[in-house]
DNA sequence: ACAAATATTCTAGAACC
DNA sequence: GGTTCTAGAATATTTGT
């Protein structure tokens, strides 16, 4: 029996990572199996005609009425987010229905064969702790305030104070530099247009500018050139 | 001359896609602004006290009267991924209270600086410094040891933390803003400067320049003006 | 108690329109 | 640029030993 089920998992999941059977499924799943079984519910969630997907008819009541006598919320948004971390997926449009290959119309015992996603990370839980915290440094200098660690609650809470307003000033005078460096290369593409068009105008005799040395033929050049590299910046 | 033409058009296109201030703000922004304004609906959608923030009250109601009527859809989700999609953040948590610097009560032109995040603009929202385990530890241990509201201090941490980390990388923004800032103004002065002694080793004769007519100098002492005003602020 | 697993919240990616 | 569906990431809570 167990060796059955094992065998059927292994082939659906050829391709991903092995996984141990559970004894009891994610209680998330227990409960939403219920909750769409439940017939005095059906207006609000309720299977399909097959029994192979569920719809929730009235998400409104749904998040007000019954979400919270299961869970800790009323938001059918992380109802949701939970169903896509079990794998569910919306089917069709104009609906909320979702399917599982292994939610089914009283089929509880297949619930166990649902994995959660992203439990990946589970298998080194303290190699991690070593290297990666050790370039904070490069973007500490630039902030003021990185001076001194905080040891208590009252200090904490006047840094976080001070913290929000200067992420609100910084907030504001990068919104001003970036409107000051845009202004300044409108006003230099004009400009320049302009002097392009002084430039071709000007006569040429014997192959030559009667007024513009070379050296200042390569200037504007690389003028040009660098402006076309700030601007793809800026 | 192909090179200058190709110039002009960097620039101009630079300029008008990046982030120079649109004539209009994108739809999206106009419309909620003016929802936020609108007093009849101050019920579901409002300022909060200072106009800094606005809170939907209501968001039912919100999605089932009021979004079909500014957008072509009734779904509250989408409504939050737009003004994610825009930079807002929710602030505090409980209720739907969103935040954007600038987004503002009676500052309507303000919504102009504000730019849509695209996929290759994760970079400020973004940062390369993680959590590590170790760091939580320390967390804990610490609230552990607080006789007072714990949770509150490891919240306070965690916002703490965080506020650190938009900051720094605020900080880098406005820096190299600001470095491209000045690199564009040494151009522009050195340019300026070897125009101008063009201009003024110019023979004159009866008065009149001879290849740089008014119009041409108007246009020179304009944008040297402008220049000034421009450099004393960046 | 501790670390892992799960749950909840908020934000972003990506496809499609 | 907008709408939809799904996933990432941070935080909060529960569970297993």
Known sequence: MNKEVCMKHACVKSASSEHVKRATPPSFLLKT??????PPTN?????NDQGTTFIVWRPVELARDLLPTLFKHSNFSSFVRQLNTYGFRKVASGRWEFHHNMFRRGERQLLC?????????SKLPQSLVKTTMKESNDHQRFSSSMSSSPSSYVSLSYENKRLKRENG??????????????????LVAFHLNSKKMVVEQ???L????????????????E????????SSQC
């Open 113 to 121: 064969e649902i994995q959660r996603r992203k439990a990946w990370d």
């Open 169 to 186: 000033d910084l907030c504001v005078e990068l919104a001003s530099t970036k409107k000051k460096c845009n202004e300044l290369l409108n």
């Open 33 to 38: 199996h219920t909750l769409v079984e439940d």
């Open 43 to 47: 207006d609000i969630i309720s299977w």
């Open 206 to 221: 014997f192959g030559v500018w009667l007024d513009l040395p070379q050296e200042k033929r390569r200037e504007h050049e």
């Open 223 to 230: 003028f040009s050139e660098n402006m076309s590299a700030l």
């Open 202 to 204: 000007r006569p040429k």
